[in-house]
T-cell receptor, first 113, second 114 residues
Framework: GDSVTQMEGPVTLSEEAFLTINCTYTATGYPSLFWYVQYPGEGLQLLLKATKADDKGSNKGFEATYRKETTSFHLEKGSVQVSDSAVYFCALRKKNSNYQLIWGAGTKLIIKP | NAGVTQTPKFQVLKTGQSMTLQCAQDMNHEYMSWYRQDPGMGLRLIHY???????DQGEVPNGYNVSRSTTEDFPLRLLSAAPSQTSVYFCASSASGGSTDTQYFGPGTRLTVL
């Protein structure tokens, strides 16, 4: 079945370090791909998305490129801040998917000053 | 514009008790859903609704009921709480069910069943 696999956390980095959180997926067809972020004590909010192969989603300095050949959607940021500390979720939704999102397990990111 | 609101924020139940988790949105979204979040498992869909009067089951519906009498409200009922239902519950809404559509989440309800 369809699935999303994320790198296990927590990921701990120093401020201004480069961030990569890996996400790979298994799905038939061409799903839409999403990154959601959950700050402590809050609900999830959309960070960025890409709807077709080679699309790049970007927001708040984060970016991810939809790579069909490697079935990946890795999240990157050039210089992280303490305020980026959160849990990051990768998800996919297939077209005609009956509304369901398929979620990764989440990756906790800790940024130290 | 409050977005998606959920009540209560925290709840402790004893095994066998019933309760209703409330969810409301003020964005006139047709699609609403309930997820549970468990450590290391991501989010799992419990039930969803594509409009008032229409609901359907998600991945893990057993032990839960929903109804959608208005566009705004989508309550989740636990019929007889079990320790396995200890989790964080999120309600979400979106304008449509399209594959590119953004879901908006409430702040969550942390439920503990003893």
């Amino acid at each position: 079945g369809d699935s999303v696999t994320q790198m296990e956390g927590p990921v701990t980095l120093s401020e201004e370090a480069f961030l990569t959180i890996n996400c790979t997926y298994t799905a038939t067809g061409y799903p839409s791909l999403f990154w959601y972020v959950q700050y402590p004590g809050e609900g999830l909010q959309l960070l960025l998305k890409a709807t077709k192969a080679d699309d790049k989603g970007s927001n708040k300095g984060f970016e991810a490129t939809y790579r069909k050949e490697t079935t990946s959607f890795h999240l990157e940021k050039g210089s992280v801040q303490v305020s980026d500390s959160a849990v990051y979720f990768c998800a996919l939704r297939k077209k005609n998917s009956n509304y369901q999102l398929i979620w990764g397990a989440g990756t906790k990111l800790i940024i130290k000053p | 514009n409050a977005g998606v609101t959920q009540t209560p924020k925290f709840q402790v139940l004893k095994t066998g008790q019933s309760m209703t988790l409330q969810c409301a949105q003020d964005m006139n979204h047709e699609y609403m859903s309930w997820y549970r979040q468990d450590p290391g498992m991501g989010l799992r869909l419990i039930h969803y609704s594509v409009g008032a009067g229409i609901t359907d089951q998600g991945e893990v519906p057993n032990g839960y009921n929903v109804s959608r009498s208005t566009t705004e409200d989508f309550p989740l009922r636990l019929l007889s709480a079990a320790p396995s239902q200890t989790s964080v519950y999120f309600c979400a809404s979106s304008a449509s069910g399209g594959s590119t559509d953004t879901q908006y989440f409430g702040p969550g309800t942390r439920l503990t069943v003893l």
